[in-house]
């Protein structure tokens, strides 16, 4: 029988999401392989996170993802060019949810207010 080998194409795991994603715009920080690399964002549900990164980490790294009000560690689950998603070891309660959307909120309002 042949292995079959994960997808890498995040469109495909949107079908198959177990939570709905709520979008969020907040600088965030991951760290893999022993290094911390600025990311940002992007959407986060109770299971993952997309983030808008650079890297290329392969499926099945296991990362910590840091956004100053979150810590949370996460195995890459797929990634695209210039993303990633992540599938965090212990799931967000809806009250770290909220959290991050009042922060993303706040940072686009004072965003707004300096132009």
């Known amino acids: 029988m042949a292995s079959v080998q994960p997808s890498?194409?995040?469109v495909s795991f949107e079908?198959?999401?177990v939570y709905p994603r709520v979008p969020v715009?907040?600088?965030a920080?991951?760290?893999a392989n022993?290094?911390?690399h600025s990311v940002q964002l992007l959407d986060v549900s109770a299971g993952?996170?997309?983030l808008d990164c650079s890297l290329s980490l392969?499926?099945?790294t296991e990362v910590v993802l840091d956004c100053g009000i979150l810590g949370r560690a996460a195995?890459?689950?797929w990634h695209g060019p210039n993303v990633l998603g992540v599938n965090f070891e212990s799931e967000l309660d809806a009250r770290e949810i909220s959290s991050l959307v009042n922060r993303s909120e706040a940072l686009a309002a004072w965003r707004k207010d300096r132009e």
């Open 75 to 77: 195995v890459v689950r």
């Open 25 to 27: 715009a907040l600088p």
């Open 48 to 50: 993952g996170a997309k």
């Open 8 to 10: 890498q194409d995040p």
């Open 58 to 60: 392969a499926t099945g």
């Open 15 to 17: 079908d198959r999401r």
């Open 34 to 36: 022993g290094e911390r």
């Open 29 to 31: 920080f991951l760290q």
